[in-house]
């Protein structure tokens, strides 16, 4: 295999990616810096909106979409990913942020504070 070959794999560029935490802070960040690259971005958050941020990324160019929903419910989860597949055609890419757990949620503060649902999420895309 030639070098470019190989390097061709690693390309981003027309790559369909999900991002969850990604309606702002290191997972918006992080979508621009894909988006920049080429990257088409699915961002799956608990917020009913994105933040700040969000609308820029069609200055690059490819093809953007917020998702609403909470990476704790396997079920609800799953019916987000079908819906990105069904829109996007596949995912070749899944990058997890970790959410911080809200006053009140079902987590007890234990010394940890972020909120174990994100298994769920490779759980799901697993069988693309």
Not at 12 to 37: E, P
Not at 84 to 102: A, T
Request: glycine share 16%.
């Amino acid at each position: 295999m030639s070098d470019i070959r190989l390097l061709e794999q690693f390309l981003i560029k027309g790559k369909n990616v999900v991002i969850t935490g990604g309606a702002r802070g290191l997972g918006l960040n992080f979508a621009h810096g894909l988006a920049q690259a080429g990257a088409n971005i699915a961002a799956i958050d608990v917020s009913d909106k994105p933040g700040g941020g969000f609308d820029t990324l069609s200055r690059y160019g490819g093809t953007y979409k917020y998702y609403t929903a909470d990476v704790r419910d396997y079920q609800g989860l799953k019916k987000v990913i079908d819906q990105i597949s069904q829109d996007f055609g596949s995912i070749d890419g899944w990058y997890v942020w970790k959410s911080m757990c809200r006053p009140g949620s079902h987590m007890k503060h234990s010394g940890g504070r972020h909120h174990p649902g994100h298994p769920f999420s490779g759980a799901s895309t697993g069988r693309f």
